[in-house]
Structure formats: C-alpha cells, structure tokens
C-alpha cells in the first residue's frame, strides 16, 4: 500500500528557511547541502543515494502553494515525471494554470489533494513538501510518515516546520541514518 512521506530538510532549531525563503548558508542552500557532499564515505553516500531513490520513486507529489510557486512548480514535474497535487482555495497562476498540465491545483482540501496523489501514483509513494501542508495533512490525519534531513546548524529564525498543532502528534522512529553532514530520521505517524 503506498505511503505519504514528507520529505523535509531542518535545521537543528526546527527551520526550513529564513524569513525570506533562504535555505541558510552563504550560498542560499545550507540545509540541503547534505545532499551533493563529497566528504561522506562509499557507504554513507549509498545510504544517502539510497534516500534520493526514495524520493525518485514516488508517484505524485503534493505540494504546498508557498513552496510549489518558489519552486515555479519544478517546471511541472516533481520528481521525474510525476504529477503534483497543489491544495489551495485561490486559482493556480497562470504557469500552472497553462503551462504545466501534470500540476493540478486541488481547491477542496488537502484529503482530496492526498486522495488524487494517491490515485495517480498507482500504488507508489506520495511525496509531500511544504510546511503549511504537511501541518494540514497531520491535523486530517493523512500524512503517513516524515523523512526529516536534521541538518546540524542553528538558523535562529525564520520558517520553523511545525510552529502551531491543533494537537500532540505521536510518531514512532523507523529509521535513522547519521552522516557527517546530516542525520536522516524516518518517523511513522502513529494512529
């Protein structure tokens, strides 16, 4: 049965960027570093490649409209070839709305977003991004797991991931993979 994973890099005091959308770092990019370094052993980098395949293999995407807009929409697919669910109660922007047909702006909430990501990821993996929906997608109970790239560096301000819940959400630790530059935590959502 396919999965919904957020897949998400934060930093060691719970942000996902700064005020302006920057990842941290001279470059803009410090919590996704993690991804492209050279300084990780053959065996940690296949543990990190590892987590990349993960990512490639999902089926449709569901995306927050902050995040799919900064992202102009991965110029319409995310990752690969696949689809991309964005829940929202405004209209797509005119990119999404003509020149990304695999982009579907989902204007009934984020169970019917899931709900199509799901249908069209035919029993593959869903891979969701974005704080505001994952926040959404926990609070209606669909959002099955969290990937959590914990990069170790305090932004000390900015964009935290999960800053306001309705309620405690109780999650269960699958896996852990510690690296120099990031230690990769897989959660499970516990219902």
């Known amino acids: 049965m396919s999965k919904s994973i957020l897949f998400m890099s934060m930093s060691l005091d719970g942000y996902i960027s700064d005020e302006n959308d920057v990842l941290g770092g001279n470059d803009g990019t410090r919590l996704h570093d993690w991804h492209g370094s050279s300084a990780e052993s053959s065996s940690l980098s296949a543990q990190v490649q590892e987590l990349g395949d993960e990512l490639s293999a999902c089926g449709a995407t569901v995306a927050g409209r902050r995040t799919a807009e900064l992202m102009d929409h991965w110029g319409g697919e995310h990752p690969g070839s696949s689809p991309i669910f964005v829940p929202s109660h405004r209209p797509p922007p005119p990119p999404a709305r003509w020149g990304y047909p ?90």
Not at 131 to 160: C, F, K, M, N, T
Request: no cysteine.
């Open 102 to 191: 695999k982009v579907t702006y989902v204007n009934d909430g984020i169970e019917s977003a899931m709900k199509q990501a799901h249908e069209a990821a035919g029993g593959r993996n869903v891979y969701v991004i974005g704080g505001y929906v994952a926040r959404s997608a926990l609070e209606a109970g669909v959002l099955d797991e969290l990937q959590i790239h914990q990069i170790p560096v305090l932004l000390g301000r900015g964009r935290r991931l999960f800053d306001v819940l309705p309620s405690e959400v109780e999650l269960e630790i699958v896996r852990v993979i510690d690296t120099p530059d990031a230690t990769h935590i897989r959660y499970r959502v516990r219902r």
